[in-house]
């Protein structure tokens, strides 16, 4: 007989009542009582049985049991504190898109990190975190993938319908999805001005009364459209006509940053001397028109002129097109600079013209550059 069945045959023989043993005959006829500190309890973890919280023996072998999930005020906070973590450290605000950070691990979203970049650029200062006022460089900074990742997945809230919804498909769902998203009726182009929500639509353009409209009231608004129409067909043509001329140079420039020697300097960038159609060249920029402290106003502006350097026999009659480089993402619109300027040894440069660039946050991007690199073309018009 093993030691286990003589020790319960022992248990059961006890008298009720009995120190040895701590066991007892229930009321039931052959029941067993066992106390927290019974001898039951040992056999039971010497046989490999367990029980639950319930008294029911629990399998060994079962996977174990979920965790309670979290009371919705317990997630809230939660998300509270992420957010307080992951924010950028200069406008508090979730990033949206890239997320840099300082040699400590300090966070910046793009448009602060480019915007700190371009200030230091205009004061002449090295850029510094706003934290722990370590140097910060495109060279000394790097993304954090991790927290871009982290970020994308923590809700926010559809400005339409009020919907929580990971920050990754947001803006899907409110461009696409969304039932309450603003959307204008498809007779816009003859002059409807309805806007409302996605869902209310159908029931608009069914009853819309702009496809009734007689030929002499849709002619004012054709008119409109028309006009916007020949400005771009004007420029495309343009462009198609310059690129008829018998002479035609194009070069990448590089902008460098200079300061003037004045008693407060200002920040002003200048290319190389470069060749074109035989004449040398160079290309100068100011911010905001030389304003005297360009770093305190939000909307910031780059204008340029070409200077021709070289001597020249006879007048030279030059339309140039200023683009951006191959490997930059700044923004920059075709517009024909001084069409049909004439250069001269009297006349040897232009007036300053604004770099056609779509906002200040892409003048910041070129200011936050080391050196801002465009592509330059030169016609030459035959006499």
């Known amino acids: 007989m093993s030691s286990m069945e003589e020790r319960m045959e022992l248990g059961v023989a006890a008298a009720p009542g009995s120190s040895s043993s701590g066991l007892g005959v229930g009321p039931v006829g052959g029941a067993l009582d066992a106390g927290p500190g019974s001898g039951l309890a040992g056999i039971q973890e010497e046989s490999g049985v367990r029980r639950d919280g319930s008294g029911t023996e629990a399998d060994p072998d079962a ?3 979920k965790r309670v999930r979290q009371q919705e005020g317990e997630a809230g906070k939660l998300e509270e504190r992420l957010y307080s973590v992951l924010c950028c450290t200069v406008c508090l605000d979730l990033p949206k898109a890239s997320v840099y950070q300082c040699t400590n691990g300090h966070l910046m979203c793009a448009g602060c990190f480019i915007h700190l970049l371009a200030d230091a650029r205009l004061k002449e200062e090295q850029a510094t975190c706003p934290n722990c006022r370590c140097e910060i460089s495109k060279s000394l900074c790097c993304r954090n993938l991790a927290v871009e990742k982290a ?6 809230e559809c400005s339409y319908c009020l919907k929580q919804f990971p920050r990754s498909s947001l803006d ?8 309450d998203r603003v959307t204008q009726c498809k007779y816009k182009r003859i002059g409807c001005p309805w806007q409302g929500p996605f ?3 159908s029931a608009h353009e069914a009853e819309c009364s702009h496809p009734s409209k007689t030929g002499m009231e849709l002619m004012g608004i054709l008119d409109e459209m028309d006009q916007s129409h020949r400005r771009e067909l004007q420029l495309y043509n343009s462009i198609f006509s310059l690129l008829c001329f018998e002479k035609i140079g194009f070069t990448e420039v590089q902008f460098r940053p200079y300061r003037t020697d004045d008693f407060i300097t200002r920040l002003y960038y200048e290319t190389p001397r470069f060749t074109v159609l035989n004449q040398t060249w160079v290309l100068k920029a100011r911010i905001n028109d030389s304003e005297r402290n360009p770093n305190l106003s939000c909307k910031r502006t780059l204008s340029f002129q070409l200077i021709l350097k070289s001597k020249v026999n006879s007048a030279l009659e030059c339309s140039f097109l200023l683009l951006k480089g191959p490997y ?3 923004k920059i619109k075709p517009v024909i600079q001084h069409h049909h300027h004439v250069f001269s040894n009297d006349t040897n440069e232009t007036e300053y013209a604004l770099l056609p660039i779509n906002d200040s946050v892409e003048c910041n991007k070129l200011l936050a550059a080391k050196n801002i690199n465009l592509r330059l073309f030169i016609f030459q018009i035959q006499k």
Do not use: G, N, Y
């Not at 970020?151 to 926010?156: A, C, D, F, N, T």
């Open 199 to 201: 869902h209310e639509l």
């Open 172 to 179: 899907h769902h409110q461009t696409e999805e969304c039932q």
């Open 151 to 156: 970020v994308s997945e923590l809700p926010s």
């Open 328 to 330: 930059d993402d700044v």
């Open 63 to 65: 996977p174990p049991k």
